[in-house]
């Protein structure tokens, strides 16, 4: 197997299952070393870490947290998180094959330190004072409830308050079924709030990862003025599988990911999550008054 590079220097990754001397396997702490799922490659974790969580030979962009995708768009420290007191409750009592929302709810809380699926706030991006919403795919998958979509809604309010900047980061796996009609409700709150942003003439961008599907989709996620996707992100409404199982059609190459809806004029820029700092800063200093 090749040697892959590691801070202190090269490294045969079929040390991590070969023999010591006295014929037993190494014991490799859990966690070290990750495999590419598109170029294969074994990985030591901090190095795709450092790297934005960008697989060094291949450029695959893997999924971020929602704390780590803030921090790798704004200027460091400038961050003011916003809306923190609004909490999600469970207003249906809903039970999933006996667990109940809130003990899940609670649960994500604990793990991701975050109250929702959605972080929000005034930041800097490379000097330029913006509003950002980002969501979590840590958090219940990015689902979107009744909380996530007030916090997104009082931010593009402030948005429009300011007359700052909007960016959204979407990463989600649609609406959560927990909430009901509670959780579509927020479409076309969202949707609304964005109109009154447009009529007031700020410049809304959204950043499409992966996934963006679901109700995300069909709301916020595509009404920016500017659509912007990482490389190969997953973006529709039904997934792939859910689309060939109902129209029983072989779908073209490619299909829902960022380069093809490209082509279909659904998204304007594919842009690598290097890059993502600079292209926003442009895109700022071109539309919106000093």
């Not at 595509?222 to 997953?234: F, H, R, S």
Request: net charge neutral.
């Amino acid at each position: 197997m090749a040697e892959t590079q590691t801070p202190d220097g090269p490294y045969d990754a079929s040390a991590l299952s070969g023999p010591t001397n006295n014929g037993r396997k190494k014991d490799m702490p859990n966690g070290l070393w990750m495999k590419c799922p598109s170029c294969d490659e074994m990985l030591y974790r901090k190095v795709v870490a450092d790297n934005d969580e960008v697989c060094p030979k291949c450029q695959q962009h893997f999924r971020t947290t929602g704390r780590q995708r803030v921090a790798q768009l704004v200027d460091e420290g400038t961050f003011e998180e916003l809306f923190t007191e609004i909490q999600p409750s469970d207003p249906l009592n809903f039970h999933w094959q006996g667990k109940k929302y809130s003990d899940r709810l609670a649960a994500e809380q604990k793990k991701t330190g975050n109250t929702e699926a959605l972080i929000c706030g005034r930041a800097y991006i490379k000097g330029r004072r913006v509003a950002l919403a980002a969501m979590a795919g840590d958090f219940l998958m990015g689902s979107m409830g009744s909380v996530l979509g007030e916090k997104l809604a009082r931010t593009v309010e402030l948005a429009t308050d300011e007359m700052l900047p909007l960016i959204v980061v979407c990463i989600s796996g649609g609406a959560r079924m927990h909430e009901g009609a509670l959780s579509l409700m927020q479409m076309a709150k969202t949707s609304a709030a964005l109109a009154r942003y447009d009529r007031a003439g700020g410049l809304y961008v959204a950043l499409l990862t992966d996934p963006t599907t679901g109700g995300t989709t069909a709301s916020f996620a595509m009404l920016g003025d500017v659509i912007i996707a990482e490389p190969k992100a997953l973006i529709g409404f039904a997934g792939p599988r859910v689309i060939a199982n109902t129209i029983k059609a072989e779908l073209p190459e490619g299909f829902q990911r960022a380069e093809f809806l490209q082509t279909k004029g659904f998204v304007d820029l594919i842009v690598h999550r290097h890059e993502l700092r600079s292209e926003l800063a442009k895109l700022i200093d071109f539309t919106m008054p000093a």
